[in-house]
Every structure is written in structure tokens, then in C-alpha cells.
């Protein structure tokens, strides 16, 4: 039977990239925390990007009323978010939205580059969350590249045991392309880092 190589070229491709699509699910700090993430290519406007996607999940004793002091208060995020020099509330938005900005002095060979994020808050069936979508537009231009596809989410529910669950979740594309093995190298201690660190903050608070 002759091979059709065309043919072979197309299943194998399709393979490679159904591969690259799927979720990969880690466990970290002795199996407490759990990250699901993926890096992968996507078609905006006609050009490829690199995505960064991301879920980490933990359960913890500290009450939600801290952890969403902590995830509100944008002067905090600087302690938890990786590289990040700068964060600081801008300003509020019409129903009851606000405007964040950070800062990242990010490692070489990434260039630094600043974000601006819209952040709401919902409450919906016992859980809080706070959705946040980059806003590129609605600060001024600094001196640095600004990313400008980011969204992030923080998810808070109270659990009966007297504990909390707190999720985060972001998909995002960097302000310059690494490649997908650097970047993986990032995943899982990364996402996990966040959420251990936004712990940390919140056990501070009385």
C-alpha cells in the first residue's frame, strides 16, 4: 500500500497541535496547591500570538474577608504578582468598577513593560470574584511596551469546614515572545507562587 505523505504530514501536524492545546495539571507546596496551565499559539487580527494560560486552586484557613481585602487593596499586589515593582489603584469607574495600574521589571531578555487593568467584583451563589480585563487605552503611554491582551480572575468561596477556596486564573500574551519552552519553565511554580504569596498577605492582616 503506497503512503500518501500529504496525507501523514496533515495527521501528524493535527496531532502536534492537539497536544499543544491540552491542559497540563500540576500539584505544588506538598500537593496543596493545584495548576492547570498551557501555553499556545492563537490567530487575533490576522497574526499569531503566544497565549499563557493558567488555573491555580488552594484551599486555605484564612477567612475570605482578608483575602479579598488583600486582592482589592491594589498597592498589595505588587507582593504577590512575580517581578512586579509597581501596583497602585488609579482610579474608579462607573458602576463600581477601578482602574489598576502595575509596573513589571521583567527579567532579561523580556523587556519591562507596564499593565492596565479594569477590575469588577460579582457575587454570585456564595462565591466572590473579582474579573479583570487589560484596558490599554484608558492610561497614559509610559516609556515602557504595555501589554494589551491579559485577563485575570480571582474566585473566593467559603467552605463549610471554616475554610476558603481561593482560585486564580489568567490567560494572557506577553509583550514580547519567549520561547514556549522558556516559558514553560515559568509553569507551575509561577501560578502557585501567586496564590501561596496572596496567603502570606492576607495572614498579615488582623
Known amino acids: 500500500m503506497k503512503l500518501n505523505i500529504k496525507v501523514l504530514f496533515i495527521l501528524l501536524f493535527s496531532f502536534q497541535f492537539s497536544f499543544a492545546q491540552e491542559w497540563t495539571t500540576e500539584k505544588t507546596e506538598n500537593g496543596s496547591i493545584t495548576v492547570k496551565s498551557r501555553v499556545i499559539s492563537q490567530e ?11 488555573e491555580a486552586t488552594t484551599i486555605t484557613d484564612v477567612k475570605i474577608e ?3 481585602a488583600v486582592l482589592k487593596d491594589a498597592s498589595k499586589h505588587k507582593y504577590f504578582s512575580e517581578d512586579t515593582e509597581e501596583s497602585k489603584k488609579l482610579k474608579d469607574l462607573p458602576n463600581g468598577e ?8 521583567a527579567p532579561f531578555p523580556m523587556p519591562n513593560n507596564d499593565l ?5 467584583e460579582i457575587n454570585n451563589n456564595g462565591i466572590i470574584s473579582l474579573i479583570g480585563e ?9 516609556n515602557v511596551k504595555r501589554m494589551t ?3 485575570i480572575s480571582y474566585h473566593l468561596k467559603d467552605l463549610e469546614n471554616g475554610q476558603s477556596e481561593l482560585k486564580t486564573t489568567v490567560s494572557m500574551t506577553p509583550v ?3 520561547p514556549d519552552f522558556l ?7 509561577g501560578p502557585s507562587d501567586i496564590v501561596k504569596n496572596i496567603i502570606i498577605e492576607a495572614k498579615k492582616l488582623k
Not at 44 to 54: A, T
Not at 134 to 142: D, N, R, T
Not at 183 to 189: A, F, I, N
Open 98 to 105: 477601578w482602574l489598576v495600574y502595575y509596573f513589571v521589571d
Open 66 to 68: 482578608n483575602l479579598l
Open 183 to 189: 516559558v514553560r519553565t515559568w509553569l507551575p511554580d
Open 176 to 178: 514580547a515572545k519567549a
Open 134 to 142: 487589560a484596558a490599554p487605552s484608558l492610561y497614559k503611554m509610559e
Open 116 to 120: 492596565i487593568v479594569k477590575m469588577k
Open 44 to 54: 487575533k487580527n490576522g497574526k499569531k500570538s503566544q497565549v499563557v494560560e493558567y
Open 149 to 151: 491582551y491579559y485577563n
